[in-house]
């Protein structure tokens, strides 16, 4: 984005300092306005925004303090800078407690000028970066939470292909991306085939990609992020140059896995310049995959099976679960509970005190049950003997309102599952599968008690 001149205002009854000014700080490339009268600066200053203004103290009509008292009063954030032909410690002084950010003393050079106006223009630039990641900042937030909405409406939504048309018309409508796509596996490993897209060449709804597909001289991967430029709107896929929309600069596609099995690509063409891999630009986008994969997941039809993608700690999950309905007869009754702890920015690690926390939450809780718990990365799976589902879910219900009451405000988020033997399932991968998306479910409200 192109960066706004800074724009100085000059305000001095003395027409040689006005022009002389005006004439040096144009050769420097700044928006300038000049005034021999002050009463018209003052009106100008009242509806138009500078960045720094410099004024005589001493003047006809009204002086520099009227002046920086119209400022104070009109202009945020604008820096005044004052000099006087009449110059003494008292007005410096006075003149500082007004809130003049410099003061300077006629006749003045021309390199005075410059070091007072370099410290100012270099606190405004200053100001308008932290504006402007404020503003990033605030509109991340808010398409986070948007995702997050919309999110717990398409968990109900069984058919593939409309999950496909609501995460497009999401990133579309509320986030401004208008050119990309979805990308999901075949039935062939390492194969993707268009499922939903915006604004993307033909090309890609007829010609699948798969991890042997050279773009721009280079491969997918297909656990990183890949960024592939874009050359007088074209990209090259296997020697074959597709033209994509003008605007676009690169051609972002995010791994989309759940539980570390390559499920597709979020495909994006996106009009910024200087993207990379590793780019705080391409964060929401990656989390906007990791947010979708469990449901595109729960619709595809895969299964996580014993498919050598997989992390072996979903093996040590359905051990864990295997081993406990071994231990126990057929007619016990089984609850597994898993808290799963995770950062809205998108960082993976979770200090050990909050898994802690969350630890002693389920000892607490379920301190008459004897539960055990183990911990694998950001998770915790808890195994309760005989334990009463409706109790158990509403002490979970109250896991959940603590943790929410101690982190709210912070980006740190838990999600809470519950899985009961044998109403939920017989074997270990069915109550698994259901544990996992049971944390994208919110807990129904319970009626209120009658007093």
Not at 180 to 199: D, M, N
Not at 407 to 415: D, F, I, K, S, V
Request: net charge negative; hydrophobic share 40%; glycine share 4%.
């Amino acid at each position: 984005m192109k960066q706004v001149p800074i724009s100085i205002c000059i305000v001095d009854d003395e027409q040689p300092i006005v022009e002389l000014l005006n004439t040096y700080f144009i050769g420097k490339g700044y928006t300038v306005h000049g005034f021999t009268v002050s009463i018209e600066a003052r009106e100008f200053l009242k509806k138009n925004p500078v960045d720094i203004v410099f004024t005589d103290l001493k003047m006809p009509e009204i002086t520099g303090l009227d002046i920086v008292d119209t400022v104070k009063e009109y202009q945020k954030d604008t820096m005044v800078i004052i000099f006087t032909g009449y110059a003494s410690i008292d007005s410096a002084i006075h003149a500082l407690q007004q809130g003049v950010y410099d003061y300077l003393r006629k006749p003045f050079k021309l390199t005075e000028i410059q070091a007072v106006l370099n410290r100012a223009v270099e606190k405004q630039l200053l100001r308008r970066d932290n504006i402007r990641l404020q503003k990033q900042i605030e509109k991340m937030l808010a398409d986070l939470t948007m995702l997050y909405d919309i999110s717990s409406i398409m968990y109900q939504v069984p058919d593939l292909n409309l999950v496909g048309d609501m995460i497009m018309d999401t990133l579309s409508e509320g986030m401004g991306v208008h050119h990309g796509g979805i990308f999901i596996e075949t039935k062939s490993a390492g194969s993707y085939e268009l499922l939903k897209s915006r604004g993307l060449p033909v090309f890609f709804k007829d010609n699948p990609l798969n991890l042997s597909t050279k773009i721009n001289d280079d491969y997918l991967i297909p656990d990183k992020t890949s960024v592939f430029s874009v050359e007088a709107s074209q990209i090259n896929i296997d020697g074959t140059m597709i033209p994509v929309n003008r605007k676009a600069q690169s051609l972002v596609m995010i791994p989309i896995q759940f539980m570390n099995r390559p499920l597709g690509y979020l495909c994006v063409l996106d009009p910024r310049t200087g993207l990379h891999a590793e780019s705080e630009d391409l964060k929401l986008y990656k989390i906007i995959a990791t947010q979708i994969s469990p449901l595109l997941f729960s619709r595809s039809g895969l299964d996580v099976g014993s498919d050598s993608h997989v992390d072996t700690t979903v093996w040590r999950d359905v051990d864990l679960i295997q081993s406990n309905l071994i231990s126990h007869p057929e007619s016990s009754k089984i609850s597994f509970i898993l808290l799963q702890l995770f950062q809205i920015d998108g960082l993976k690690a979770i200090p050990d005190k909050d898994m802690d926390y969350c630890q002693e939450l389920l000892h607490n809780e379920f301190a008459s049950l004897t539960p055990r718990v183990s911990r694998i990365l950001n998770n915790l799976i808890c195994v309760l003997p005989s334990a009463n589902p409706i109790e158990t879910e509403l002490k979970l219900m109250e896991i959940k309102s603590k943790f929410d009451q101690k982190y709210n405000g912070t980006a740190l988020q838990l999600r809470c599952g519950l899985a009961n033997y044998p109403t939920d399932g017989q074997h270990p991968k069915e109550l698994l599968n259901h544990l996992v998306f049971s944390t994208y479910n919110e807990f129904p409200e319970q009626p209120e008690k009658d007093e």
